[in-house]
């Protein structure tokens, strides 16, 4: 059984900076993709920064320049750092796992950008 622990959520003014964590635990092999996507209020949940198998990565048009998605393969922990975050930043930050055609989600981290 896999397990998903996200981390690092929080409130922060606009400007300012957070890092979320995500560790997946258990029997785990074949990762053809590992990643953040988030949720606003009201909206659908849209992909954020995204690793692929072979290394090559994805960011959402929004993030790119303020959004690094980084990982520890050998821990199965990936990595969001968020600089100059934005009002529209604010929702529910999931991360997410296809490992051996399953896919697996975390209960999700809160992330809110407000003055």
């Known amino acids: 059984q896999v397990q998903m622990v996200e981390s690092g959520g929080g409130m922060v003014q606009p400007g300012g900076s957070l890092r979320l964590s995500c560790a997946a635990s258990?029997?785990?092999?074949?990762?053809?993709?590992m990643g953040w996507y988030r949720q606003a209020p009201g909206k659908q949940r849209e992909a954020v920064a995204l690793?692929?198998?072979?290394?090559?990565?994805y960011y959402a048009d929004s993030v790119k320049g303020r959004f690094t998605i980084s990982r520890d393969n050998a821990k199965n922990t990936v990595y969001l750092q968020m600089n100059s975050l934005k009002p529209e930043d604010t929702g529910v930050y999931y991360c997410k796992l296809i490992a051996a055609f399953h896919e697996y989600w975390g209960k999700g981290t809160q992330v809110t950008v407000s003055s």
């Open positions: 258990g029997s785990i092999f074949s990762i053809t993709l």
């Open positions: 690793f692929f198998s072979g290394g090559s990565t």
